[in-house]
């Protein structure tokens, strides 16, 4: 199978995943995973160049 993503995120080739959402693209990987966040992981997150919340998928990108 081949797949139309193109995300460079290397969880998507693992089959063990321990985050909740792809910090690239936003894709749920596992539900299981028990996280938490808030405005400061989000402002940390963002500087680290995740477009997206790894906790909640949020799109910080568009958050101001
Ligand atoms: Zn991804
Ligand atoms: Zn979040």
Do not use: W
């Not at 139309?4 to 693992?14: D, G, V």
């Not at 693209?25 to 539900?31: H, L, Q, R, Y």
Request: proline share 3%.
């Amino acid at each position: 199978m081949v797949s139309k993503k193109t995300c460079p995120n290397f969880n998507h080739s693992r089959s063990n995943i321990s985050i909740r959402y792809c910090p690239q693209c936003g894709e749920k990987f596992n539900s299981l995973v028990q996280s938490f966040c808030n405005d400061e992981k989000h402002r940390a997150r963002r500087k680290e160049r995740h477009v997206y919340c790894m906790d909640c998928g949020k799109n910080l990108k568009n958050d101001n």
